[in-house]
């Protein structure tokens, strides 16, 4: 018999904090794959953001760094031109970066700072008992938006993929989803190839990971995951949207 | 049997992504049993069917499958 599937080095032991069925822990996982198998795993510095993956810096196996909300990019800024030599990646949620953390984001990308950053769009404020955030989807029920997201009084969702791969200082931006096993896979050589980007320092990486928020949204788990397929990605689709390292 | 699948039983969430991922459906969550965290936990009832694809374990958000493969 040989092992095909176990846990990752890039793991630590703690159990995630995560409701059961969330997609954080999938893409925890799948981060920490890549930094495994790249061999980056004790030269990488992991940026935690606020928000359900505050806590990330328990679950990585590497250095972290909580930063305040929003301004993850930025910290990242200060430790990658301190230590050039070190990988460094934010691990950020839709709330996180783009709402509060917009400027930081879009100016990380301006300057074309060296990071990786993985944007977990789940289109809600999941830590804080599911109130609307800037990506949730025309119509969706949150506790804030309890008729549904009237977008003549909020606005549409802003589409961070498309505005990212407009920066001219953007090296790569792609958006994936978790909603199987096969969009998983898909999903792992993104986040891959983005830390490849940054070890070959090609420049700033964006990986927007279509998340469930099966709590949030009031979805079983597997429910959740077919809304991910089915409404997530129809609103935001996925696929590359700027490639300057090939 | 071509693979084997290992629950590290304590650390499941009873979440059933497993089950749905699951191509040959021998995976279900076990009713008679309460794990440590306070879930029924996921396990497979026919592991004479396991293919070793390894989609449980992709799916998995709390690392809990290990999987093996049959060497032939």
Known sequence: ?246 | MRGEVLFNTDRCKGCSLCVHACPVHILALDTTRVNAVGYNPAYCFDMSKCIACTNCATMCPDTVITVKRLDI
């Open chain 1, 1 to 246: 018999m040989t092992v095909v599937f176990k846990k990752t080095k890039g793991l630590t032991d703690a159990p995630f904090s995560y409701c059961p069925g969330c997609t954080h822990g999938i893409i925890h996982r799948l981060v920490a794959e890549c930094l495994e198998e790249l061999d980056l795993l004790d030269h990488s510095v992991a940026i935690a953001s606020v928000g359900c993956s505050v806590m990330s810096y328990e679950y990585f196996n590497c250095d972290a760094i909580q930063a305040a909300h929003g301004r993850a990019p930025a910290v990242a800024t200060g430790v990658k031109r301190v230590h050039p030599e070190k990988i460094v990646f934010t691990y950020q949620g839709d709330g996180d970066l783009a709402s509060i953390g917009t400027a930081e984001i879009v100016q990380a990308a301006h300057r074309g700072e060296n990071i990786t950053v993985i944007f977990v769009n789940n289109a809600i404020y999941g830590m804080t008992g599911g109130q609307m955030a800037p990506t949730t989807l025309p119509n969706q029920v949150t506790t804030t938006s309890p008729r549904g997201r009237d977008v003549s009084k909020t606005g549409e969702p802003i589409k961070m993929s498309e505005l990212m791969a407009t920066i001219p200082g953007a090296t790569y931006i792609e958006r994936v989803m978790t909603a199987d096993p096969l969009s998983v896979r898909k999903a792992k050589r993104a986040i891959k190839k983005a830390f490849q980007y940054q070890k070959e320092n090609k420049g700033f990486s964006m990986i927007e990971v279509l998340s469930s928020c099966n709590i949030g949204w009031g979805l079983s788990p597997n429910d959740a995951l077919q809304y991910i397929k089915n409404e997530m990605a129809s609103y935001f689709p996925l696929g590359v949207y700027k490639d300057k390292g090939v």
